[in-house]
């Protein structure tokens, strides 16, 4: 009985790995190192199983078993090296390391499991801006649910009726995406939870308000951490198209989301309207204008008197060379 544990001691120093477990993420990768004696141009394999005798072998140095996520290098000297890629659910379990003998294998066990990334806190993103105003017409409005990190995640909304449980809170539907709609709106404060095998969050609040009735539509406004804060009574104003119901004086002149231009001169309006051009590029395009106009109108004027000053020299010197061409009369 001794000579058999002494036995099992030696092969054990034979062959020794820098790690007995391994614990890792779903889909990362991890890295085994063993050093061992001797046995340098034996046969090393990479095997899984309960028992070192039945376990079955997934990848050896011979190239007699292959895989393609797994991969062992026998760097001699230097020592034995396993790689596996892409962990999945699946790969936890008993592993083995060992080196072919002729009576008996040397060979130590590796334990590895297989964990999920924790998730990470989501976010809420609507798929259109709200900026639009699509809510103030009635119109429905999708936000989704956004988680960055994590694996098997699962998404649920909620809302909130609990302010001291959120266990208790209302559970409104299993998916990523929430559309909120006239038929099914309330005065309500949203949020959605992410949630894995390892662990779980939960987003930040979304509110709804409902607005009083504008016609026939529902109007409501969502508020929502890290998107801008619009009015409802304003972006109604802006896309309305029909007359006002209030009286006003004829020589009141309303203002419209377009630049306009109102040039009165007596009893002639002249109204321009600027569609889509901001003023100040009008303004800088006429004013350009203006100023080459100037320029071309000093231009001439400098050229003209330039001409006038010239033929008058001319003048002169056709002048001067006359009287002296002129011959003396004799005293």
């Given at each position: 009985?001794?000579?058999?544990?002494?036995?099992?001691?030696?092969?054990?120093?034979?062959?020794?790995?820098?790690?007995?477990?391994?614990?890792?993420?779903?889909?990362?990768?991890?890295?085994?190192?063993?050093?061992?004696?001797?046995?340098?141009?034996?046969?090393?394999?990479?095997?899984?199983?309960?028992?070192?005798?039945?376990?079955?072998?997934?990848?050896?140095?011979?190239?007699?078993?292959?895989?393609?996520?797994?991969?062992?290098?026998?760097?001699?000297?230097?020592?034995?090296?396993?790689?596996?890629?892409?962990?999945?659910?699946?790969?936890?379990?008993?592993?083995?390391?060992?080196?072919?003998?002729?009576?008996?294998?040397?060979?130590?066990?590796?334990?590895?499991?297989?964990?999920?990334?924790?998730?990470?806190?989501?976010?809420?993103?609507?798929?259109?801006?709200?900026?639009?105003?699509?809510?103030?017409?009635?119109?429905?409005?999708?936000?989704?649910?956004?988680?960055?990190?994590?694996?098997?995640?699962?998404?649920?909304?909620?809302?909130?009726?609990?302010?001291?449980?959120?266990?208790?809170?209302?559970?409104?539907?299993?998916?990523?995406?929430?559309?909120?709609?006239?038929?099914?709106?309330?005065?309500?404060?949203?949020?959605?939870?992410?949630?894995?095998?390892?662990?779980?969050?939960?987003?930040?609040?979304?509110?709804?308000?409902?607005?009083?009735?504008?016609?026939?539509?529902?109007?409501?406004?969502?508020?929502?951490?890290?998107?801008?804060?619009?009015?409802?009574?304003?972006?109604?104003?802006?896309?309305?198209?029909?007359?006002?119901?209030?009286?006003?004086?004829?020589?009141?002149?309303?203002?419209?989301?377009?630049?306009?231009?109102?040039?009165?001169?007596?009893?002639?309006?002249?109204?321009?309207?600027?569609?889509?051009?901001?003023?100040?590029?009008?303004?800088?395009?006429?004013?350009?204008?203006?100023?080459?106009?100037?320029?071309?109108?000093?231009?001439?004027?400098?050229?003209?008197?330039?001409?006038?000053?010239?033929?008058?020299?001319?003048?002169?010197?056709?002048?001067?060379v006359g009287i002296r061409g002129r011959p003396q009369s004799a005293g």
């Amino acid at each position: 009985m001794k000579t058999l544990v002494l036995l099992l001691l030696h092969a054990s120093l034979q062959l020794q790995c820098d790690k007995k477990q391994i614990t890792a993420p779903l889909g990362s990768d991890f890295l085994l190192s063993c050093s061992y004696e001797n046995q340098l141009l034996s046969n090393k394999y990479w095997c899984r199983g309960e028992s070192s005798r039945t376990c079955e072998v997934l990848v050896d140095s011979e190239g007699k078993t292959r895989s393609t996520r797994v991969h062992i290098v026998d760097a001699r000297r230097r020592g034995l090296f396993v790689r596996v890629l892409d962990l999945q659910k699946g790969d936890s379990g008993v592993y083995w390391v060992g080196i072919d003998r002729p009576y008996a294998d040397v060979m130590t066990s590796v334990r590895v499991v297989v964990t999920e990334v924790p998730v990470s806190k989501p976010s809420l993103q609507p798929l259109f801006s709200l900026m639009e105003g699509s809510t103030c017409r009635g119109g429905p409005v999708t936000v989704r649910c956004v988680c960055s990190r994590g694996t098997a995640v699962r998404y649920s909304w909620f809302r909130h009726t609990h302010p001291e449980d959120e266990d208790e809170d209302e559970e409104l539907q299993n998916s990523a995406d929430l559309q909120l709609t006239c038929d099914s709106l309330q005065d309500a404060e949203l949020y959605c939870s992410v949630r894995n095998e390892v662990s779980s969050e939960r987003s930040e609040s979304l509110r709804v308000n409902i607005l009083p009735p504008a016609d026939s539509h529902c109007r409501y406004v969502v508020h929502l951490q890290g998107q801008p804060v619009y009015d409802c009574a304003v972006s109604t104003t802006a896309q309305t198209t029909s007359p006002p119901t209030s009286c006003h004086t004829t020589g009141e002149i309303q203002p419209d989301t377009t630049n306009q231009l109102i040039i009165a001169t007596g009893t002639h309006l002249l109204l321009r309207v600027f569609t889509g051009v901001p003023l100040w590029y009008t303004m800088l395009r006429w004013g350009s204008f203006a100023s080459l106009v100037m320029f071309i109108c000093v231009f001439i004027t400098c050229a003209k008197v330039k001409d006038k000053h010239a033929k008058r020299k001319r003048r002169r010197r056709e002048r001067r060379v006359g009287i002296r061409g002129r011959p003396q009369s004799a005293g």
